[in-house]
């Protein structure tokens, strides 16, 4: 039995940002070459291994070119499209969401002349996308249960949303919650409360929020639907307290509606006055749920809510042309806009300690970028063992702060693999030299 080590990361096995996921498996090289994988012809030592990392760990923007047919990924470490960068995903991608584990995106697309259009899920690791899912027509946007299980999709030509089992291989369409089951005249987006029991609609015809008990099997509608402003677009929950926030994108001016989800009432304080005519289009909140960022295509502006005095804080932040999706960067102090306008095609990033833009403009690489999705990826990559040898453990070795959530364990759908994973909670490095453990016999 021999220990195998290497170091699978493009900054050498240094874990910087605060809580970012990485991994690494290991696997016996028969089974590498087995599976097609093309391997170094020469045998190593046991004292070396070869690395191949596939994606470094860290957190990355998901950006959705609509006129162009792609996924952009941007690195926001560098503000720099990540290697193969943009993926051609087919005509007329516009919702994205990223699974809690950041293995998978998920990308809605409007086919064009079509009852069924569908959904593709990218696979982080390799950028590479899936056999397309059908769900409803004019897909317009998707989320994700915390647990990862579900994902909802807004049909806004058919009024119906989609539910999606992603714990299936592939994820299968397993429920469609249509009009006649209390889902509104178009709707357009969705967002899923924090304890993954609720899933608030915006039907943009009728003026409504439509909310889904995730827990009933089927998901379904429960009570009526909400009353809020004209042309509700943009919905997001608060990640440490009961409210959602709704843009209303017809109002003049400007408002947002903000749901207390204790009694799926409008708050007293709404809705706030945001801006000064319409257009507003998409809204996010911080993972402190101290502040909502709210996009405004007319204006070309970003607007501030104070999420705890229901009041717009300070001046607008200028940002690109026609900003219509925004997303906060999960670990804070960042907020990312996708910019349509024609002069843009790209993404503004404001530092939310100032409120104000930070860096010149982000080039998308494509045309139209409609949403974006801001997650931590895991860094993936192997670790060889010799030939005719195979992996019986696997662990790593750290130098540094204690990681969180270390684990490490056999991979359960692939033969003689492991698998080591970490995150670092601290703004310190961490040195992480993972091994495999390479035997005569599998385990």
């Not at 909502?292 to 501030?304: F, L, P």
């Not at 698998?419 to 490095?429: G, M």
Request: hydrophobic share 35%; net charge negative.
């Amino acid at each position: 039995m021999s220990k195998v080590v290497g170091t699978v990361r493009r900054e050498p096995g240094t874990v910087r940002r605060r809580g970012r996921e990485v991994s690494w498996r290991t696997r016996a090289r028969a089974r590498l070459a087995a599976a097609g994988v093309v391997v170094a012809s020469v045998v190593l030592p046991v004292t070396n291994a070869t690395p191949a990392a596939a994606v470094d760990g860290g957190t990355y923007a998901y950006v959705t070119n609509n006129a162009s047919g792609s996924v952009s990924v941007i690195d926001t470490r560098t503000n720099l499209p990540a290697p193969g960068s943009p993926i051609t995903v087919g005509n007329g991608p516009k919702g994205v969401a990223v699974t809690p584990d950041g293995k998978q995106a998920y990308v809605t697309i409007d086919v064009g002349a079509s009852i069924n259009d569908v959904v593709r899920v990218i696979d982080t690791a390799t950028n590479d996308p899936s056999d397309p899912i059908a769900v409803g027509n004019n897909p317009t946007f998707v989320a994700i249960t915390p647990d990862g299980k579900q994902a909802y999709v807004t049909n806004s030509f058919s009024d119906s949303v989609s539910v999606i089992d992603t714990t299936q291989d592939p994820p299968v369409v397993v429920e469609t919650i249509t009009a006649a089951e209390g889902i509104g005249d178009s709707p357009i987006r969705v967002a899923i409360t924090p304890d993954g029991t609720r899933a608030y609609v915006t039907n943009e015809i009728d003026n409504t929020v439509s909310v889904i008990d995730t827990t009933q099997d089927p998901p379904a509608v429960v009570g009526p639907p909400i009353l809020v402003g004209d042309s509700p677009v943009g919905v997001a929950t608060n990640p440490v307290s009961p409210r959602v926030y709704v843009a209303n994108s017809n109002d003049d001016p400007g408002t947002v509606t903000v749901i207390d989800t204790a009694t799926n009432l409008p708050t007293p304080g709404s809705p706030i006055t945001v801006g000064t005519g319409s257009g507003l289009s998409d809204v996010t909140v911080t993972p402190d749920g101290t502040r909502a960022y709210v996009t405004d295509q007319t204006s070309n502006e970003v607007w501030v809510i104070d999420t705890a005095t229901e009041t717009v804080l300070g001046l607008p932040i200028p940002v690109g042309a026609a900003p219509i999706g925004v997303a906060a960067s999960p670990a804070g102090g960042r907020v990312y806009t996708a910019n349509a306008g024609i002069a843009s095609d790209n993404l503004s990033v404001i530092d939310t300690s100032t409120n104000t833009v930070y860096g010149p403009p982000i080039p998308t690489g494509g045309t139209d970028p409609l949403h974006v999705a801001v997650a931590a990826v895991p860094g993936t990559g192997t670790i060889e063992c010799p030939a005719g040898t195979f992996v019986t453990g696997g662990g790593a070795e750290l130098t540094g702060p204690a990681p969180g959530n270390f684990v490490s364990e056999p991979v359960d759908d692939i033969d003689d693999a492991w698998e080591v994973s970490l995150t670092n909670p601290t703004n310190q490095d961490i040195t992480v030299r993972p091994y495999a453990v390479c035997g005569d016999a599998p385990a």
